[in-house]
């Protein structure tokens, strides 16, 4: 079984920046491609970025592309979303998951088998 648990959500300013963790306990992390998602309310939960198992791969939601970077860091079991230049449209909770397998399609919420509880993020205006 794996576990994640997001942290470092909070309240920002528009133009503010905040950085997203995720710490995977569990099995082996470092085999697992990561991703995030958001959903805000009333939406669909949506794709925001993933990255492969060994980080040399990443993929972006076009609506964040330029402003978000994941990154992961496999000694620490833990995977990052730096958010700059947030908006209130980046308002979601914001969720971290795990692919015990290899992905055909990263942005595909249901390729993913682990999901975290959540953190929220609210950008003001």
């Known amino acids: 079984q794996v576990q994640l648990v997001e942290s470092g959500g909070g309240l920002v300013q528009a133009g503010g920046s905040l950085r997203l963790s995720c710490v995977t306990s569990?099995?082996?992390?470092?085999?697992?491609?990561m991703g995030w998602f958001r959903q805000a309310p009333g939406k669909e939960r949506e794709f925001v970025a993933a990255?492969?198992?060994?980080?040399?791969?990443?993929f972006y939601a076009d609506s964040v592309k330029g402003r978000f970077t994941i990154s992961r860091d496999n000694a620490k079991n833990t995977v990052y979303l730096q958010m700059n230049s947030l908006k209130p449209e980046d308002t979601a909770v914001y969720y971290c998951?795990?692919?015990?397998?290899?992905?055909?399609?990263?942005?595909?919420?249901?390729?993913?088998?682990?999901w975290g509880q959540g953190t929220q993020v609210t950008v003001s205006s």
């Open positions: 998951a795990a692919d015990s397998g290899r992905p055909s399609d990263y942005a595909r919420r249901t390729e993913y088998d682990y």
């Open positions: 569990g099995r082996t992390f470092s085999i697992y491609p």
């Open positions: 990255i492969s198992w060994r980080g040399g791969t990443t």
